[in-house]
Every structure is written in C-alpha cells, then in structure tokens.
C-alpha cells in the first residue's frame, strides 16, 4: 500500500529502537507493581492483625505475617539476624562484581582476537566498569570485624 509523503523505510529504524525501550520500560512498570501488590498484601495482613487484637484474640495465636511469602529469597531470611543479611548481601555483590569483570576481560580478549583491525575490543570496558563498581561496593558494604551490625556470621562481638 502506498501511503503519500510517507518515507516508510524511516520508521524501520525507529521500531527497532522502541523494542529494547518498551522491554524496559515494561519490566521496570512490571517491578513496580508487584512492589505495590506485596505492599498492600501486607498492609491487610497487618489491619487483619490489628482488628483481631482489638477483638481480644491473643497475639501469639494468630499466624505469623507473610513476609517470608511474598519475598524472592530463599526461606528463612526474614528470620535471619542483621549481621547473615549484611554477609550475604555482601556476597552477592562480591559475586556478581567477580562475574561481571570476568565477562568484560573475555569479551575484551574475544574481541581483540576475532577483530584485527580498530578497537572493537573496547566494547568489554562496559561490563568490566559495571564489575567493578560491584566491587566497590562489595567493599564498602562488606561486613567490618568491628562487633557491629556488619559483623560477618560466627564472629565473635568484640567487647
């Protein structure tokens, strides 16, 4: 179909710009409300608790709220002290931070291998950065020996 004064080539482009853009866009969208619908379960969870304790029902017997439930974490780490989410938050970073310049470095070295000419090979600068800001922050959020709330599991308060 012809359509007048229309380059229909021109909008190729910009389609296939809009897809990576709208997959984020949707995840990002999708990520907020699933915060907002935990949000709010847990909200009536608590107005359930408070009516039934302004009923009389003793607050041991009622169930406990679902926030293990409603959380990607394995069980139990809700119930987990300051310090065990400190450490494995720490060790997630530490991780991902290892992964990602492990990626960037083999992305660098692929690239310098298959591409003989210009500077392909910089396109792993950009996980390599993000690895190691994961890093950084591995470091600056690690566990301190100090006896605080950052103190890794098993270690002893210092006095």
Known sequence: MWI?????????????????IVAIVGGITAGIIRTLGRQRLIELAQRERIAAIE???DPSKLAPLPLAALDDEPEGV?????????????????????????????????????????????????????????LISWFLVRPRRNGGAGTPPGAPPSA
């Open 4 to 20: 007048p004064f229309v380059n229909v080539e021109a909008f190729i482009p910009i389609i296939a710009l809009s897809i990576p």
């Open 55 to 57: 009923r009389g029902v």
């Open 78 to 134: 809700w119930s987990m002290s300051q310090r065990d989410r400190d450490h494995r938050r720490a060790q997630g970073l530490l991780i991902g931070g290892i992964v990602t310049v492990a990626v960037g470095l083999g992305l660098m070295a692929f690239l310098n291998f298959i591409e003989d000419n210009g500077h392909v090979w910089a396109v792993g600068i950009i996980p390599a950065s993000v690895g190691v800001a994961l």
